[in-house]
């Protein structure tokens, strides 16, 4: 097995839950899965491939309170052999994952099964202009002009990635099959060396003889709106930016928590940890505002509901947390001028750790 831990209460997690599988799951994982942890103390990371030569599987896994049953959720899925995603599987993982010790959604069969959403992926269609010197991507399904960002590097086969509104997620296409040279032959196309992402034009070159150049044009972005962008260099708003994500996390580690609350002390810790990186944010954003700044009333107020979550989880009430940085997550969004959907809401927890 490989570990790429991320943070050593989050590594530790994964081990204790390995320790506690039985033999023969635990002897797949050590011999087969590979387990990388991130998003604890980094954002991601690079890894050379020949880390994980001796592993069938890899595990991702966002280094969060809940980690662990993540795990185990994942790890059925290994074992069972299940190489594409469906409500059967889901189902199936997440009741070995539940005969394994995972807690909440993880171990949760009839929830996982619900809450599966397959993939769609738009087909694309080409279509030409009347001179054959731009190309279209129709979407099969809708018709739509699929939006396309060209992936160029000049010599490089030419491929770009799709996405359409009436799919949830969006696919890399290789355009070569997609037009075929006029003899029926399947031509080879490259980019072009004067192409770029903005004017990306690609060269279709056939063993016929044929060769033409055309421009590859997107369709519209189906993708909403942004959120305000908060400048890195901005140093008034970037520190309330980061505390508003921190807390988000917390808001999505405390879903995972029953209502007695968590069952060993590194999923404390873990929230803990996140509450002093929020305090430490807030205090840098506080620090540079006027003394008369009414901003300072609802930071103080986040700050109480932070305060509120720890006192909450020490006395084990999940549900009490859960108000606690619900607030504290909708007067952030409210200082950063979020839409009201970005304010979060975490249900209060069930004895069996699921949302009520």
Known sequence: MKLIPDTALGARA????????????????????????????SHGGAIE???FAKCAWLIVLDDRVGAASTF??????CMSGHREPSVDAEHEAATLAQSWGARGDSGDADGCAGRFRPRTQPAPVAALSVDGRELHLACSKCGA?????????????????????????GDIVNLAP??????????GVTWAASATPEHPLATWACSCGERIERELRSGPDPSPPDDPVIDADDPVMFPLALAAADV??????????????????????????GIVAVRTSLAKFA???????????????????????????????????????????????ALLGLPDRDRGDVPAATPEGRKS
């Not at 994964?14 to 103390?41: D, H, S």
């Not at 992936?151 to 996405?163: F, H, K, N, T």
């Not at 997609?178 to 031509?187: H, Q, S, Y």
């Open 287 to 333: 620090h540079r505002l006027a003394p008369d700044d009414l901003r300072r009333v609802m930071l103080n107020a986040a700050a109480a509901n932070l305060a509120r979550v720890s006192s909450a989880l020490a006395a084990g009430d999940a549900s009490a947390a859960a108000d606690a940085v619900t607030a504290a997550r909708r007067t952030l969004a």
């Open 14 to 41: 994964i081990i204790e839950a390995l320790v506690g599988l039985p033999e023969r799951a635990r002897r797949f994982a050590l011999e087969r899965v590979a387990i990388v942890l991130t998003g604890g103390a």
């Open 49 to 51: 491939l020949s880390s």
């Open 248 to 273: 988000a996390r917390i808001a999505h580690s405390m879903r995972a928590m029953g209502a007695d609350g968590p069952a060993n002390p590194v999923a404390v810790e873990s929230v803990r940890a």
């Open 178 to 187: 997609l037009v075929p040279c006029r003899c029926g032959e399947r031509a």
């Open 72 to 77: 185990l959720h994942e790890l059925a899925h």
């Open 145 to 169: 002009t699929c939006f396309a960002i060209a992936l160029v590097v000049a010599g490089l086969d030419a491929s770009c990635w799709i996405e359409c509104k009436c799919s949830n997620i």
